[in-house]
């Protein structure tokens, strides 16, 4: 038994010197190309594996268990992540043959990717049809939208559309218009209902979308008027949004390996509608125009192109 108790003890302290520095993930590892990622790497997989043999020939078994199932272990001690994921999870390693048995606890922390100089917030809406139907979105593109109403906060938007019985829109992400922050209120690959649908097709089977928010000093007369009741304020929410938006947007195609600039790519609601794909919008080249802006999908295609680079 003093045997066994030290053979576990060897194990657990592999675990320690072997695991804690790998959970701590950077963002570029969430977001690999793979489903799921595995932390462990394969020179320590060998000394696990050995380990095991040994005590499963001296009769000793050790379970792990996780407290959340977007980082799971395996029989085998095989560690992966879920990409979507991002907090700290505990996973608890246990010796089931020992008396007292002996526990470790391991802590997996993946912390939130940088949108410019800010956190990615998530904040799915949880109670949404969509989130719940959890269908299945094939990635090929990115599509752009603006509110069109006065309304900054992103949160707002989250919590009136996270509604069991809101089943007219969902989208992937809001750009808060205050601070530029962006909540993502849906798992990137998940369906969602932010375009409709044209003659040609549905671009809500194909394209991320993400809403810009607005400044509550806009007043919206019809669908390309605007009365701004303070033009600084207002300016600055688009310039920031915008910014944000580049971003994000940059994030994406890289994490789904788009290419901004090829044709169908990256397209805004309006462009949306004018290739049969999406519902009758003006968005955000309405915003954009109405404004005074110099800002078109054009240059923002370009933005994106250029800020994929600090990620080579």
């Known amino acids: 038994m003093q045997r066994i108790r030290k053979t576990v003890t ?26 799921e990622e595995i932390l462990r790497p394969y020179s320590v997989y060998k000394q696990w594996f050995r380990l095991r043999t040994e005590l499963r020939d001296r009769g000793v078994k050790v379970k792990y268990s996780s407290d959340t199932q977007q980082v799971r272990v395996s029989p085998m001690g095989k560690v992966t992540i879920a990409k979507e994921f991002i907090g700290t999870a505990e996973i608890t390693v246990t010796s089931t043959e020992t008396e007292p048995a002996e526990t470790l606890t391991v802590k997996v922390t993946v912390p939130a990717p940088k949108i410019g100089e800010q956190e990615l917030c998530q904040a799915y809406m949880t109670e949404n049809p969509r989130y719940k139907e959890n ?3 094939r990635v090929k593109g990115l599509m752009l939208h603006s509110v069109n109403c006065p309304q900054p906060s992103a949160m707002a938007f989250i919590e009136r559309w996270n509604d069991p019985e809101y089943v007219r829109a969902s989208i992937h992400a809001f750009i808060d218009a205050d601070t530029g922050v962006v909540y993502q209120s849906l798992p990137w690959t998940t369906r969602a209902n932010h375009c409709w649908k044209g003659p040609k097709g549905c671009g809500n089977d194909f394209y991320i979308g993400v809403e810009m928010c607005e400044s509550p000093n806009i007043n919206w007369l019809d669908r390309d008027t605007i009365e701004c009741y303070d033009d600084a304020e207002a300016g600055e929410a688009v310039a920031r949004t915008y910014a944000s938006a580049v971003e994000l947007f940059a994030m994406l195609c890289v994490r789904f390996d788009l290419d901004p600039l090829e044709d169908g790519v990256v397209i805004s609601h309006h462009e949306g509608f004018e290739r049969g794909i999406a519902s009758d919008h003006g968005d955000p080249e309405n915003l954009w125009k109405a404004m005074g802006t110099d800002y078109t999908m054009d240059g923002f295609r370009k933005d994106v192109s250029q800020a994929m680079k600090k990620y080579e």
Do not use: G, K, M, N
């Not at 592999?14 to 963002?27: E, G, H, K, L």
């Open 135 to 137: 269908r299945t979105l």
């Open 10 to 35: 060897t194990f657990l302290l592999i675990i320690v010197f072997c695991v804690p520095y790998a959970p701590r993930v950077s963002a570029e590892t969430v977001y690999a190309e793979d489903q």
